[in-house]
């Protein structure tokens, strides 16, 4: 159960309170129940804010992704693109040219062959 539905559950079951507390005619009751509904509605804006801030966070988190693909420079070997120097994993260079997506490429037969745009490399080894 999400944290949303639990106060809506509470809400509810405020709600039923506030009722059997209007038959008892208890006044420290009725006050209590009142905190308590207040003390929600505070619970709900707190959980609106920290959603809003993840979602900033998200793109935040994104986009610096997305700039650090973009600084790493390949390295061409056997037609294919290599990062770091690290010659044993071999990327697509057609879809990290095109969408800086670090795609590996798979033996197929002789070739390597990017499962993603369907490109097939010559890589000999
Ligand atoms: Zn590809």
Redesign the pocket.
Known sequence: MDIVSIINTSVEILKKASEAAKKIKDAEVKNLLADLSLQLADAKMAIADIKEEMSKLREENLSLRAQKNKEEKPTVKNGCYIFDNDSSRLY?????D?SG?K?M?ADVMFVKK??????IFDAKH
């Open positions: 697509c260079p057609t879809c990290y095109v997506k795609i490429v990017c499962n993603s745009c369907g490109g």
